[in-house]
């Protein structure tokens, strides 16, 4: 069993829908990453938090440790959205080690 | 401009010729780190580095190796390559300690052949 579960694996939506990526993992956490990469590039960091819920304009990322779960919500998706989105955690106990998800590969549809 | 940097950014080679891949971050971030990402498969790690001259192996180390001779440098080292290892490698740096925020390199796409 993988230790970082995301679903759903992919992911088409319509421009403007309202998008959940989730997120469960299985292991003690110090912190929670979601990264974005886009087709042929690279990652970039959208979010790192360790409790509650962070917004970044369109992005929501909310995190809940005792459920062991985090979503990330898009609202108002829009084409340049479509990418990968991957969760990543910091194992607890750890040098800062992070563990992944496989990722959710999202696509927006004008 | 704060970033990592990786050399080459694509690369074709040949089984058996040994290659490095550079890694080089500007902000003076100890812990640095190499991921391999492959289809069906995600970001697995390779080694870590928490500073100068103390490495230590991730999930995947075998026919790999690295140094840490300074603090903005990590390079990855493959002495003798296979087909296995081509895959997509990124290098990541953060502060250290508690400090988790993670910092990506642009990726280098490696093709052995």
């Known amino acids: 069993k993988n230790e970082v579960e995301q679903s759903p694996q992919n992911l088409t939506a319509q421009e403007g829908e309202f998008i959940t990526i989730n997120c469960s993992y299985s292991?003690?956490?110090?912190?929670l990453h979601w990264l974005q990469q886009h087709p042929g590039g690279g990652i970039v960091s959208l979010f790192m938090?360790?409790?509650g819920k962070k917004k970044h304009g369109r992005l929501i990322a909310t995190i809940n440790i005792q459920e062991k779960h985090s979503s990330l919500h898009i609202t108002a998706s829009h084409p340049r959205d479509s990418a990968v989105y991957i969760c990543?955690?910091?194992?607890?106990?750890?040098?800062?080690?992070?563990?992944f998800g496989k990722g959710t590969k999202l696509s927006v549809k004008p | 401009e704060a970033q990592v940097t990786q050399n080459p950014r694509y690369l074709i080679t040949v089984t058996g010729k040994k290659l490095t891949v550079t890694c080089s971050q500007n902000?003076?971030?100890?812990?640095m780190s190499w991921y391999r990402q492959d289809p069906g498969l995600g970001l697995r790690q390779i080694y870590y580095?928490?500073?100068?001259?103390?490495?230590d192996k991730g999930d995947v180390p075998e026919g790999y190796k690295v140094s840490r001779k300074e603090k903005r440098n990590f390079p990855l080292i493959l002495e003798s390559p296979s087909p296995n290892q081509t895959s997509l490698y990124f290098c990541?740096?953060?502060?250290?300690?508690?400090?988790?925020?993670?910092?990506f390199g642009p990726g280098t796409r490696l093709t052995v052949t």
């Open positions: 990541a740096s953060r502060l250290g300690g508690i400090s988790y925020e993670q910092y």
């Open positions: 292991v003690g956490i110090s912190a």
């Open positions: 938090l360790s409790s």
């Open positions: 990543a955690v910091v194992l607890r106990g750890s040098q800062g080690n992070l563990i």
């Open positions: 902000m003076n971030h100890e812990y």
């Open positions: 580095s928490m500073n100068v001259e103390v490495t």
